[in-house]
Nanobody
Framework: QVQLVESGGGLVQAGGSLRLSCAAS????????MAWFRQAPGKEREFVAA????????THADSVKGRFTISRDNTKNTVYLQMNSLKPEDTAVYYC????????????????WGQGTQVTVSS
């Protein structure tokens, strides 16, 4: 089993930046992909970005491409989401997740989830 703990959320004005962190522990040797999802009130959970744990390849949702960047530090078992040029529509609870598949986007492919961290962007 993999345990994931997110941090770094908060309140920021539109145009600002935040960096989210997610630390993994437990059976981390099972991880092939780490990803970020988000869920706004009344909406379905949405894929944001994913990174291939060993190879470093990444994929980002079109809605965040050019503004958000996922990265990882294998030595710390930590994945990051750098969020720049934030917009009010980015407001959501952001979740970190891990998968044994390589770069999936379907939440069903991710058996391990963090508790979530709130990101609020004011206009």
């Amino acid at each position: 089993q993999v345990q994931l703990v997110e941090s770094g959320g908060g309140l920021v004005q539109a145009g600002g930046s935040l960096r989210l962190s997610c630390a993994a522990s437990g059976r981390t040797f099972n991880i092939n992909t780490m990803a970020w999802f988000r869920q706004a009130p009344g909406k379905e959970r949405e894929f944001v970005a994913a990174i291939w744990w060993s190879g470093g390849g990444t994929t980002h949702a079109d809605s965040v491409k050019g503004r958000f960047t996922i990265s990882r530090d294998n030595t710390k078992n930590t994945v990051y989401l750098q969020m720049n040029s934030l917009k009010p529509e980015d407001t959501a609870v952001y979740y970190c997740a891990s998968s044994m598949a390589v770069l999936p986007r379907d939440p069903k492919a991710f058996p391990s989830w963090g508790q979530g961290t709130q990101v609020t962007v004011s206009s």
